[in-house]
C-alpha cells in the first residue's frame, strides 16, 4: 500500500533548500527542516569576514533550476550568494517548512520512525532523514599557548565581528587557507598594519574576476535559455579541467595548473626573500588550491608583513614567535579553518540495535557513496563523509545526491519497504576501492591538509565528475538493504 513519507530534514543552508524544493516535486510535501541559526544560508550566512567569495564560477554555483541573471561577478562574493538563497527560498516558500533557532540533539530510529529532539526540548518523527547539515561550519581553533590571553579582540573567520573597526589597527592572521588569503587584500589598506602568520605557504591559482555588464545581464534576463546553456558549458569546461586534473596527479592538465601557479608566484612577488617564503614545497593541489586575483598584490604593501617563524604562544599584547619576537596586535583573525570530521555531530543518532553514530565511525566517517551508513536506515547525508567536496560545484553535486535519494525513496512511498539502507558489505568495498584509487590523486602527493584523514588518505571523491554521475544515476539494489 502506499505510504505518505514525512521527511525531516536537519540544516537549512544549501542543501536543505534544495532538499525542501526538490521534496515537494516529487511529491513529498510533509517537510519540515530543523535550523540552528535563526536565518538560512548555512556556510554564507557563517562565513561573513571581509573578501569571502566562492571559488566556483557563480553561474555554475547556482541551482540548476533557478538560474541567476543576476550574478555581479565570474566568482561571487559571498553576501550575494547569501542574497541568492534567500531570494530562492522566498520564491519557493521555504520557510513555511523551516523552524528557525532549533538545534537538533538526538535522533532515534525505532524499527520504522526517526524520532528527533532539539535543544529546546521540541519532539518530532518522520519516516525518512535528510542530513543537510554541511561540512565547513564547525570553527577549528588551533591548539597554541595562551590563546585566551590576549587582550585586544579575538575572532575566527566564521564568527566574524561586522561591528568592530578595523581602521588603524594592528591585525594578525594566524592561518594561510582560502579565509586568510581571501581577506588579506580585503582589509590591508584599511589598518595600520597586518602580520600574517604562516605555519605553510599555498601556491595561488591566479584567477581574474570579471563583473558581468548589465547588456549581459539583460541578455540574460531576456532569455533564460541563455544561462542554462552557460550553466551547462561551465559545468563541462569545469569537470573536464580542474576536476579531471585533481583526481590524476600525473595529468596534463595537473601540470598545466601547476605552471600557473608557479607563474603566478614568480611572476608577481618581486623581492626574493618574500617569494621563496611564499613558495610551497609540495604540489599544486595537494592542498585544496586556493584562488585568489590579488594575495599577492595585498601581502606586498608596506603596511603588510608574512611572519613564518613558528609561534611560541599568545600573550596579552599580541603573538611572540618562537625566536622571542612580540608582535603587538589589537585584532587576533583565526583563519584556521573547521573541523571537517563533524557531519551531523554533535547530534546523538542511535540507529538500529542502539548503534550509534559515534561508534560506527569510531575510526573515521564513511558512507556508501557518501550518502549512507550502514546501520541507519533512511538516514540520508547531502555532502556526506567522503564526496566531492574539493573537485565540483557542490550544488550540482546536491542535486545529483538528491535525485539518487529520491530513487531510494520509491519503495518506501510504494509501501515495498519501511526503511532502505546501505549494505555493510557494499560500503566496505566501495570504501576499498575508494581508498586505492585516492592513491592517485595530487592530494596524496605528499602534503598535510584538512583533506586527509588519520590514515593520510584523501577525503574526498578521487574519480572524476562523469564517474560520479554515473555511479548516481540509479542505485545498485545488491548495495542495500531494505525490510
Not at 577549528?140 to 561591528?163: C, K, N, Q, V
Not at 599544486?284 to 613558528?310: H, M, W
Amino acid at each position: 500500500m502506499a505510504r505518505d513519507l514525512r521527511v525531516l530534514v536537519i540544516g537549512a543552508g544549501m542543501a536543505g533548500i534544495l532538499s525542501v524544493i526538490r521534496c515537494r516535486q516529487i511529491g513529498l510535501p510533509d517537510v519540515t527542516v530543523y535550523e540552528k541559526a535563526d536565518r538560512l544560508g548555512g556556510t554564507w550566512r557563517e562565513n561573513r569576514y571581509p573578501g569571502v567569495a566562492c571559488d566556483v564560477p557563480s553561474h555554475l554555483y547556482s541551482y540548476s533550476f533557478a538560474p541567476n541573471p543576476e550574478w555581479t561577478h565570474r566568482f561571487s562574493p559571498g553576501p550575494e550568494i547569501q542574497e541568492y538563497l534567500e531570494a530562492v527560498a522566498a520564491e519557493y516558500d521555504v520557510d513555511r517548512d523551516v523552524r528557525y533557532g532549533e538545534e537538533v540533539t538526538d535522533l532515534r530510529w525505532d524499527g520504522r520512525r526517526w524520532h528527533l529532539r532539539t535543544a529546546s526540548g521540541i519532539v518530532d518523527e518522520g519516516d525518512v532523514v535528510i542530513a543537510a547539515t554541511g561540512v565547513l561550519h564547525h570553527p577549528s581553533y588551533p591548539d597554541i599557548d595562551g590563546l585566551g590571553d590576549f587582550a585586544g579582540t579575538t575572532m575566527h573567520t566564521a564568527r566574524w565581528d561586522e561591528s568592530l573597526p578595523l581602521a588603524g589597527r594592528r591585525v594578525g592572521i594566524i592561518g594561510t587557507g582560502s579565509s586568510a588569503i581571501q581577506t588579506v587584500p580585503t582589509i590591508v589598506d584599511e589598518v595600520a598594519h597586518l602580520s600574517l602568520f604562516q605555519r605553510t605557504a599555498q601556491w595561488v591559482m591566479p584567477a581574474e574576476n570579471p563583473a558581468y555588464t548589465e547588456e549581459e545581464k539583460a541578455a540574460f534576463r531576456a532569455d533564460p535559455g541563455l544561462l542554462h546553456t552557460l550553466h551547462a558549458e561551465i559545468s563541462e569546461l569545469f569537470s573536464n579541467g580542474f576536476s579531471d586534473a585533481v583526481v590524476d596527479a600525473d595529468s596534463e592538465g595537473m601540470r598545466r595548473i601547476e605552471e600557473a601557479c608557479r607563474a603566478n608566484l614568480e611572476g608577481n612577488v618581486h623581492d626574493p626573500d618574500l617569494r621563496e617564503r611564499l613558495r610551497p614545497d609540495y604540489r599544486a593541489g595537494c592542498k585544496r588550491l586556493v584562488v585568489s586575483p590579488n594575495f599577492y598584490d595585498g601581502i606586498q604593501r608596506p603596511n603588510a608583513e608574512l611572519v613564518t617563524e613558528p609561534i611560541d604562544r599568545i600573550e596579552a599584547e599580541g603573538v611572540r614567535t618562537a625566536a622571542g619576537h612580540l608582535h603587538e596586535l589589537d585584532v587576533l583573525v583565526l583563519a584556521t579553518g573547521f573541523r571537517v570530521d563533524r557531519f551531523l555531530r554533535p547530534i546523538q543518532v542511535v540507529g538500529t540495535d542502539g548503534l550509534t553514530l559515534d561508534d560506527a565511525w569510531a575510526r573515521r566517517p564513511s558512507a556508501y557513496l557518501s550518502i549512507s551508513t550502514p546501520g541507519f536506515p533512511n538516514l540520508f547525508m547531502l555532502n556526506g563523509p567522503n564526496g566531492p567536496v574539493g573537485n565540483f560545484s557542490l550544488i550540482e553535486v546536491a542535486e545529483v545526491q538528491f535525485d539518487y535519494i529520491a530513487q531510494l525513496l520509491e519503495p518506501l512511498r510504494a509501501g515495498e519497504a519501511t526503511w532502505v539502507c546501505a549494505g555493510e558489505a557494499a560500503t566496505d568495498a566501495f570504501e576499498e576501492e575508494r581508498t586505492i584509487q585516492a592513491d592517485n590523486t595530487v592530494w596524496a602527493t605528499g602534503c598535510n591538509s584538512w583533506y586527509l584523514d588519520d590514515r593520510g588518505v584523501p577525503m574526498a571523491w578521487p574519480w572524476n565528475f562523469q564517474e560520479y554521475r554515473d555511479r548516481l544515476a540509479a542505485p545498485d539494489p545488491t548495495a542495500y538493504v531494505r525490510g
